[in-house]
């Protein structure tokens, strides 16, 4: 039987603490149901035995302590909420137990933005992660040693996983399942929660809202060019000369400031325009093309999908608003 701990920390979602240990239970129950013993033991463990989360709304008591789990197979780490920094700090006492799991043996799963509490643990340095796409940019920030992935659901290296944003950790629970158990019981499960069992990428549901949280004026001002010109073709060189910096120092400090080459920059701003119309106009897909600055269909189909994960037809039909 393979022992799943899941966390409860300070000031986390309650729905991350419950779904993995309604989802292991019910595989539990699948099982037993096929004429098979349950595989999973799932009890969840704190650093005290009551956590109140929501305000005080809602009240989690842990199965055992810290101290009470010598060792265990698979630790889970539930998303946190509110501020990052801050609900890091509250859990700095569960660091050193989820470090010396891993040391024995243990597998490592952090659901949405319980990355960041993975990736304090260093655990994360030079090794792959997938988090929540509206908090990419401020992991980044907190933990530049970690390659942190766009647009990815699930990320697997070297027994430590990690998922992208709020319901996406259910793809890793299944990833979970298919691998501890098989295929088929990861199938049946998808079928029993709802959940498409094989969707790989968050790109489509991801805002682009420019990253402008630092301090370079420059960049902060070629920015918010990009972003008012948006039917227009920019070149680099122009970008340069408006903001009066050299060619190769404007490109340098660009990709410095916003983790993105300019042309990179332009097209996501281009893009998301792009998304936005969709969502909220008639215009057919050639009207919304010109309109942010692309006049070649291919390019523009072929970005379009690079970005969002989707087509221009499929993201229209998926998230136009209906009258």
């Given at each position: ?18 779904d ?50 010598v ?17 890091v ?57 970690v390659?942190?992935?766009?647009g ?106 916003t983790?993105?080459?300019v ?7 281009k ?53």
């Open positions: 039987m393979k022992s799943i701990s899941i966390l409860v920390p300070e000031s986390c979602v309650l729905q991350a603490i419950a993995p240990q309604y989802c292991f239970s019910a595989v539990n129950q699948f099982m037993q149901m096929s004429g098979k013993d349950p595989l999973f033991d799932v009890k969840l463990v704190g650093k005290s035995p009551e956590v109140k989360l929501s305000g005080g709304s809602y009240s989690v008591h842990a199965d055992f302590l810290l101290d009470d789990v060792q265990t197979d698979l630790v889970i780490i539930p998303a946190l909420f509110g501020n990052m920094q801050s609900a700090e509250l859990n700095r006492e569960l660091i050193p137990w989820i470090i010396k799991q891993h040391k024995q043996g243990a597998e490592i799963a952090s659901l949405c933005v319980g990355a960041f509490l993975l990736a304090d643990t260093g655990l994360l340095d030079g090794k792959k992660c997938s988090t929540h796409w509206g908090f990419i940019q401020e992991f980044r920030q907190m933990y530049p040693e390659e942190v992935q766009d990815s659901i699930v990320t697997e290296e070297n027994g430590i996983y990690s998922s992208g944003g709020a319901t996406s950790y259910w793809n890793l629970l299944l990833h979970l399942v298919e691998k501890y158990v098989d295929r088929e019981t990861a199938i049946l499960t998808s079928k029993y929660f709802a959940i498409d069992i094989d969707r790989s990428n968050q790109s489509a549901f991801a805002l682009f809202n420019g990253q402008k949280d630092h301090k370079d004026e420059a960049i902060i001002k070629a920015q918010r060019f990009i972003e008012q010109n948006i039917e227009d073709k920019l070149s680099i060189d122009f970008l340069a000369d408006y903001v009066a910096i050299g060619r190769r120092s404007f490109e340098r400090r660009f990709k410095t400031a983790n993105n080459s042309l990179e920059y332009i097209q996501r701003v893009i998301e325009s792009a998304k936005r119309s969709f969502e909220n106009s008639l215009k057919n897909i050639n009207e919304v093309m010109l309109d942010v600055g692309y006049s070649d269909t291919k390019a523009f189909r072929t970005t379009f999908k690079k970005i969002t994960g989707l087509t221009p037809l499929e993201y229209r039909n998926k998230y136009r608003k209906m009258a």
